[in-house]
């Protein structure tokens, strides 16, 4: 079993930075996939991005290519999401989320333990 707790969340303008953080304890952080996930109110909860635990190989939903950059710590069992360039439409909660595979998923369905989520608000 493996326990995620999101944090870094928080209310900005729109164009700042912000990171996110999710702590793992419990199983083996280095062997599981890790990705990151956003719901948005009244929406499905969105693949934002997602990183390897094989080659550390990322992918990413096109709207967050080239502001969003995902990244994991195996030694600090964390990971890692710095948003850049933020928008009015990245208002959401974000989740983190793990699964035991060597492939990467975007649907939600695919990843098996989720944290708590942290909300991130853009607004003027």
């Known amino acids: 079993q493996v326990q995620l707790v999101e944090s870094g969340g928080g209310l900005v303008q729109p164009g700042v930075s912000l990171r996110l953080s999710c702590a793992a304890s419990g199983g083996t952080f280095g062997t599981y996939a890790m990705g990151w996930f956003r719901q948005a109110p009244g929406k499905g909860r969105e693949f934002v991005s997602a990183?390897?635990?094989?080659?550390?190989?990322?992918i990413y939903t096109d709207s967050v290519k080239g502001r969003f950059t995902i990244s994991r710590d195996n030694s600090r069992k964390t990971l890692y999401l710095q948003m850049n360039s933020l928008k009015f439409e990245d208002t959401a909660v974000y989740y983190c989320?793990?699964?035991?595979?060597?492939?990467?998923?975007?649907?939600?369905?695919?990843?098996?333990?989720w944290g708590q989520g942290t909300q991130v608000t853009v607004s003027s």
């Open positions: 990183i390897s635990w094989v080659d550390n190989s990322t």
């Open positions: 989320a793990a699964v035991y595979s060597v492939l990467l998923r975007t649907t939600p369905d695919r990843w098996d333990f």
